[in-house]
């Protein structure tokens, strides 16, 4: 008798590309495993699917070859999508819209970039008007068809198309989210071109004609590099080859609201996927903070080429009011905010002779000067290497050595070379000078981030946890957390990948919305009204899990129904979660936000939304509890005692190892704690302690 065994899970690895690194992790039992390579610009699927090999034993294993491993799903952050659209280098895509209404991208809102410049240029649409064409068609605010679009005009339209040479299409009707007859039927005669095509009531099924038509737009501009991206990057991997009759690798693409999709759908919706790499920090975050019981923490990721900060109030906050590029996408998305500060970030002179830090950065290629990959013009990195801060043997394990000497010739050579057009009372004296104030102006464009996100949305940064993370992170965390009066600094494991860790442990989401416009009606009809937004949610739900289906995904589906209401007359709304008594959690809500509420003021309900969620398998981190203190740090630990500079002083400094700091371990500053991932500074006035989950808690002594 044959007994049959059953499947075992796949094998997941989450993989997190930067400007510099490209992350890997994969989970092995409770714990993790990783690895950083050095991320390949011209085609990052190259670097990825080189750390696949790495970490699956060898140079000559593709991804799940000579090993007996089933299946393979690789979870994917990606910048590929945000890099497209910052540099403008997307597909040449041609926008269809309502006739009449082809200039609508063009002219926006009437919001200034700058309020009192008189000279003021916005950047150009993504579709110049000769890609944009019209068509005689008409749909009402109420969803009644005025016009159909006839077959001749569609006939004209596809010509048009096939001369233009476009390599996308967006299409975008008035008023297609209350009925999308007219835009179905166009995008039917469109799909014969075989081009890309990113239908309005597909993606974005709201009213705002001009943030649906942008997002749209976008969508269409990113679908041609990111579908090409993900295609080789399944190819890099073995995704096409079979094993029994399916693929042994399956990829999944972390979207920008803080859960996975599926390949397919990221490169069908790449618009999803703009703040991919930056959300599975914000995802990792919020689950560690869950598991420490904190309610209130800031994340706090410091890469090669740019910092990336969001609060977590209870939960992380999504938005739909994003601009990136200055372009508006109205899909929902983690509320985080980037600044241009990282590890590479490239210092330089202004005309005025101020130092400043970034934006521009090294990347990976060439990369900071003590890499020894080309680079020439100092950075942060080298600023923290020469001041002590990082050790040139104890970088990525001791695996790859950095170049003191490079650094600070580089950093001489750099002050000598601006002395020839400023003068020289403007310029550091020395090298130790010029790295003091490489990353005292790095703390200061990362604290006023810090700020954005805190002090000026009304939340004290003194109530809240500082979550470091990223390849930088831990060299700055201290610094910022006493400029803003945080009281905790926290280190997790592995900081250099811990957007990996947070992408590979994200759930698989999938966000629906659609546009109703609804007058709330009086308690006295509450309950025949609940029933009515019942179906409308049971509507979407179905099509939601028809897809989850189709998508091949499994498992118990968690459903959130959330309503977008204001008060008849605002222009904007708030949301609240779909229960029985969302008239009075509003007024809360209103109240919490403006400082007022009018309950007899009549109310009118925007949007429905609604959030499928199936869980993904996470290891058990056990529960959280105080580790005993030990009196003293491990002397196995301490690899070596040396000078680090702090504020102008040179201090005899011990160097830790931390995989060899067990929970419960205490450090006193000033302490310099290296691992594989990252490096982490105790500045002279704090303490560390290491706690049962083997985070490191930094505090204010």
């Known amino acids: 008798m044959r007994v049959l065994q059953p499947k075992p899970a796949p094998l997941r690895i989450g993989i997190d590309t930067g400007g510099t690194f490209t992350d890997c992790v994969i989970l092995e039992g409770a714990g993790v495993r990783v690895l950083k390579v050095f991320s390949t610009p011209d085609d990052p699927a190259r670097g990825i699917a080189q750390g696949v090999r790495d970490l699956l034993g060898g140079p000559d294993q593709s991804a799940g070859a000579g090993r007996q491993i089933p299946a393979l799903e690789i979870v994917h952050g990606t910048t590929v999508g945000t890099n497209t659209l910052l540099e403008r280098k997307g597909a040449r895509m041609a926008l269809i819209t309502t006739a009449g209404f082809e200039d609508l991208i063009e002219l926006g809102r009437q919001n200034r970039p700058r309020l009192y ?29 005025l016009q159909a679009p006839s077959p001749a005009e569609l006939r004209r339209l596809l010509a048009r198309l096939r001369r233009s040479r476009a390599e996308s299409l967006a299409l975008c009707f008035l008023f297609s989210y209350a009925n999308s007859s007219n835009e179905s039927a166009v995008a039917r005669a469109l799909r014969s071109t075989g081009l890309p095509l990113s239908v309005s009531h597909e993606i974005l099924p709201e009213f705002r004609e001009y943030e649906r038509t942008s997002t749209v737009v976008v969508n269409a501009y990113l679908a041609p590099r990111l579908g090409a991206y993900l295609a080789r990057l399944a190819s890099a991997l073995g995704a096409g080859r079979r094993r029994s009759g ?44 869950h598991r420490l019981g904190l309610r209130q923490a800031i994340s706090f990721d410091m890469g090669g080429t740019s910092t990336d900060v969001s609060l977590i109030d209870g939960a992380p906050r999504t938005t739909r009011e994003v601009a990136v590029g200055g372009l508006p996408v109205a899909v929902p998305v983690l509320d985080v905010h980037s600044v241009g ?68 010739a580089a950093c001489a050579a750099f002050l000598k070379d601006q002395a020839r057009r400023l003068p020289t009372r403007l310029l550091p004296r020395t090298p130790l000078d010029l790295a003091h104030g490489i990353v005292a102006v790095a703390n200061a464009t990362m604290e006023r981030a810090l700020r954005v996100i805190s002090v000026e949305r009304g939340h004290d940064p003194r109530d809240f946890a500082l979550v470091s993370f990223g390849g930088a992170g831990g060299l700055h965390a201290a610094d910022l957390a006493r400029a803003l009066g945080m009281t905790r600094v926290i280190v997790p494991p592995n900081p250099g990948a811990f957007s990996a860790l947070g992408v590979l442990l994200s759930d698989v989401v999938k966000d629906l919305s659609q546009s109703v416009l609804m007058p709330v009606p009086g308690h006295a009809r509450g309950q025949a009204f609940l029933l009515t937004l019942a179906r409308r949610f049971a509507r979407l739900e179905g099509a939601g899990r028809a897809q989850f289906r189709a998508e091949g995904f499994k498992g118990p589906i968690e459903a959130a129904r959330r309503l977008d209401l204001r008060y008849a007359g605002q222009s904007f709304e ?36 609604l959030r499928l969620t199936i869980r993904t398998p996470k290891p058990d981190a056990g529960s959280v509890r105080a580790a005993p203190p030990r009196r003293h740090p491990p002397r196995d630990a301490l690899l070596q005692r040396k000078s680090v500079w702090f504020g102008g002083r040179a201090l005899d400094t011990a160097l830790y190892d931390r995989a060899r700091l067990p929970p419960g371990s205490t450090l006193a500053g000033p302490a310099v704690v290296v691992e594989y991932s990252s490096t982490t500074v105790v500045p002279p006035d704090y303490a560390a302690r290491v706690d049962s989950e083997t985070n490191l808690i930094l505090t204010n002594r």
């Not at 003021?120 to 944009?132: H, K, M, Q």
């Open 246 to 289: 399916r693929s042994a690798v399956r990829i999944s693409v972390m979207q920008s609201s803080g859960g996975i999709t599926t390949a397919t759908r990221a490169a069908r919706e790449p618009v999803r996927t703009i703040l991919s790499g930056p959300a599975g920090g914000v995802a990792a975050t919020a689950g560690l903070a």
């Open 574 to 609: 708030l949301g609240v979660p779909f229960r029985p008594g969302f008239r009075e959690a509003f007024q809360r809500e209103h109240e919490r936000a403006y400082g007022y509420a009018q309950p007899g003021r009549r109310l009118e309900i925007v949007n429905l939304r």
């Open 341 to 408: 500060a990282g590890g590479g970030s490239l210092a330089r002179f202004d005309a005025g002779g101020a130092l400043r830090v970034g934006p521009e950065s090294a990347g990976a290629v060439p990369g900071p000067v003590c890499y020894g990959r080309g680079g020439t013009q100092p950075t942060v990195t080298d600023a923290h290497l020469i001041l002590g801060r990082l050790d040139a043997g104890h970088f990525l394990g001791s695996h790859f050595r950095l170049d003191l000497e490079a650094a600070q």
């Open 117 to 145: 410049d008189l000279d003021v240029r916005r950047d150009p649409p993504l579709v110049p008007r000769s890609l944009r064409f019209g068509v005689r068609e008409r749909t009402a605010a109420d969803g009644r068809i």
